[in-house]
Nanobody, 116 residues
Framework: QVQLVESGGGLVQPGGSLRLSCAASGFTFSSALMRWYRQAPGKERELVAGISSFRVTNYGDSVKGRFTISRDNAKNTVYLQMNSLKPEDTAVYYC??????????WGQGTQVTVSS
């Protein structure tokens, strides 16, 4: 059974940093494409960042240069380092896993709130 468990969210001031983690199980993590998405109240879910099994990364335009996605295949975990956070980064952040164009599963999400 595929399980994805996000952690690391919280309240942070503008300009601050957070690191999100997503622990995966139930599938071959090293061969999966992993992605982070976010959804703010009243908005559609948007892609934040992705990392392939070959560690090729891509980012949404709004987070380029501020966020970094990485993975540790030994720990079956994908990370999202978020720096220079802005109030508009406030959202619930989700991770998911893909293989061969199919979504394997979603996590339950972790809340990130950027506010002074």
């Amino acid at each position: 059974q595929v399980q994805l468990v996000e952690s690391g969210g919280g309240l942070v001031q503008p300009g601050g940093s957070l690191r999100l983690s997503c622990a995966a199980s139930g599938f071959t993590f090293s061969s999966a494409l992993m992605r982070w998405y976010r959804q703010a109240p009243g908005k559609e879910r948007e892609l934040v960042a992705g990392i392939s099994s070959f560690r090729v990364t891509n980012y949404g335009d709004s987070v380029k240069g501020r966020f970094t996605i990485s993975r540790d295949n030994a720990k079956n975990t994908v990370y999202l380092q978020m720096n220079s956070l802005k109030p508009e980064d406030t959202a619930v952040y989700y991770c998911n896993a893909w293989r061969s164009g199919t979504i394997l599963g979603w996590g339950q999400g972790t809340q990130v709130t950027v506010s002074s």
